[in-house]
């Protein structure tokens, strides 16, 4: 059965750095991309950032580029986001993604088969 699971979730305060986890079973790890999107309360879901599991592409929204960063471990079974510098804007629901349709942009959630529970990232001021 397809699983991901997000922790590392919490409360922070602005200036701050979380590292989120997403542990895959070795089907979903076999997948294209994994990326993380995020939602706040009243907006559209978000792509934050994408790699391509079999190589070195990676992909970032603009308001996370330079602060955030994607990665995999060696054996491809856990995606992680390491964030630095959080802002209060970046408080969200942040969900792990697998499975991107193919030809679909990375940040496109709609293209995405396999999605997380979340995790809560909440960034005080």
């Known amino acids: 059965q397809v699983q991901l699971q997000e922790t590392g979730g919490g409360l922070v305060e602005a200036g701050g750095s979380l590292r989120l986890s997403c542990a895959t079973s070795?089907?979903?790890?076999?997948?294209?991309?994994m990326t993380w999107f995020r939602q706040a309360p009243g907006k559209e879901r978000e792509g934050v950032a994408s790699?391509?599991?079999?190589?070195?592409?990676?992909f970032y929204d603009d308001s996370v580029k330079g602060r955030f960063t994607i990665s995999q471990d060696e054996a491809r079974e856990t995606l992680y986001l390491q964030m630095n510098s959080l802002k209060p804007e970046d408080t969200a629901m942040y969900y792990c993604?697998?499975?991107?349709?193919?030809?679909?942009?990375?940040?496109?959630?709609?293209?995405?088969?396999?999605w997380g529970q979340g995790t809560q990232v909440t960034v005080s001021s």
């Open positions: 993604a697998a499975d991107k349709r193919y030809g679909a942009n990375w940040d496109d959630a709609s293209a995405y088969t396999y």
């Open positions: 790699i391509y599991t079999a190589g070195p592409m990676s």
């Open positions: 070795e089907y979903t790890y076999s997948t294209n991309y």
